[in-house]
């Protein structure tokens, strides 16, 4: 993952993705880069128009970012189910006490 987010980060900086440039950004994160692995991911990018990737990836992160948003509002819709929550549980046992007696 880290050989991706490396690639990433030299698109963003308009960095050439290189096999010697993914290395250095490798290293720098703290990890020994494998070189099969670096070669593999420039071999495979090289045919990748990545603005057009990350263009049509946003629809699966669209999809999770109002979840996301609605998180903080969904904090309190929880403490409203409890509270029904207690008060059926509560007409319950009402009505069972009133079975026993």
């Known amino acids: 993952m ?16 290189s096999e ?12 020994s ?8 991911l420039v071999a495979a990018l090289s045919e990748v128009n990545i603005e057009e990737a990350l263009k049509a990836a946003p629809v699966a992160v669209a999809a999770a970012a109002p ?4 998180a ?4 309190a819709a929880p ?8 008060k059926k549980e509560e007409e319950a046992l009402e009505g069972l006490s ?3 007696g």
């Open 2 to 17: 880290e050989y991706v987010y490396a690639a990433l980060l030299l698109h963003k900086l308009k960095q050439n993705i």
């Open 72 to 75: 903080p509002s969904g904090g």
């Open 79 to 86: 403490a409203k189910e409890e509270k029904k929550d207690e």
């Open 33 to 40: 880069p494998d070189d099969v692995r670096v070669k593999a």
């Open 98 to 100: 009133s079975l026993f």
């Open 67 to 70: 979840a996301a948003g609605a």
């Open 20 to 31: 010697d440039n993914v290395k250095n950004v490798v290293k720098a994160a703290g990890v």
